[in-house]
């Protein structure tokens, strides 16, 4: 299935106008999502994706402040991109947090940032409580993303990047990781973020575009259903149905 796999055509981005539904419904479910399960003070870490800061991820840190999260952006600026430099950092974050509040750190990762998370989560499972990714690639890392070509014209050697990345996957992740991908993204191939390795990781397909991960309401309610859901240990399937 992975030789199979090719990065999303630019011509799709167009799919990505979606994003403009996504903020209105939000406000028109705003009572629905009011009434989902709140947190008791946990706290929480919001990574952006690649090229984005913290003002990306602003609607839904203010959605789980009201939840009743402790919630915090990373406060790195903008994502380069570059894990060797951008991993301890974002550990160094977590760790403070984590002895800040005297318990495991709840991460949510959108694109990049859900990749950093899980690597996290790798290498300090035990301060980790819960990672939740958002149009996350799993698999091959930019080379199945709308930016591929450019990381290609730049002399970067996804193949190289690919199996580096397969091999660290190998590694078995032991924090519960829900993984949430859509068939609309246009910017990274949906069965990219198909984790074939883990036992712990559960996914979960929606109807958003890529860009609409920061601003779906279908997701929002589940953040914050598996957020509160301290059991929740999925399967590993290929693919899963749209919640309703």
């Not at 903020?23 to 946990?42: D, I, K, T, Y």
Request: some cysteine; overall charge positive; aromatic content about 8%.
């Amino acid at each position: 299935m992975i030789e199979a796999l090719q990065p999303p055509r630019p011509t799709g981005l167009i799919r990505e106008a979606r994003l403009v539904v996504e903020f209105p419904l939000l406000v028109l479910r705003s009572v629905q999502l009011a009434c989902q399960p709140r947190g008791h003070g946990e706290p929480v870490l919001v990574l952006p994706g690649y090229g984005a800061g913290d003002a990306s991820t602003a609607i839904l840190k203010t959605y789980l402040r009201f939840l009743g999260y402790r919630v915090s952006g990373w406060h790195l600026g903008r994502s380069s991109g570059d894990v060797a430099e951008l991993l301890p950092r974002v550990l160094r974050r977590i760790l403070h947090m984590s002895r800040k509040f005297q318990q495991s750190v709840r991460v949510i990762g959108w694109s990049f940032g859900g990749y950093l998370a899980r690597e996290a989560a790798r290498e300090r499972p035990e301060a980790i409580h819960q990672v939740i990714t958002l149009g996350t690639p799993v698999v091959g890392g930019p080379k199945y993303t709308v930016a591929a070509r450019a990381f290609h014209r730049r002399g970067v050697d996804l193949d190289a990047m690919a199996a580096e990345i397969e091999s660290r996957n190998r590694v078995l992740l032991r924090t519960p990781v829900t993984a949430i991908y859509s068939r609309g993204d246009a910017f990274v191939a949906w069965e990219a973020c198909i984790d074939h390795h883990g036992s712990n990781v559960e996914h979960v397909e929606v109807r958003t575009s890529h860009m609409g991960f920061g601003f779906s309401p279908e997701v929002f309610r589940i953040i914050a259903q598996r957020l509160a859901d301290e059991d929740r240990v999925g399967p590993n399937p290929s693919a899963s149905k749209p919640e309703r």
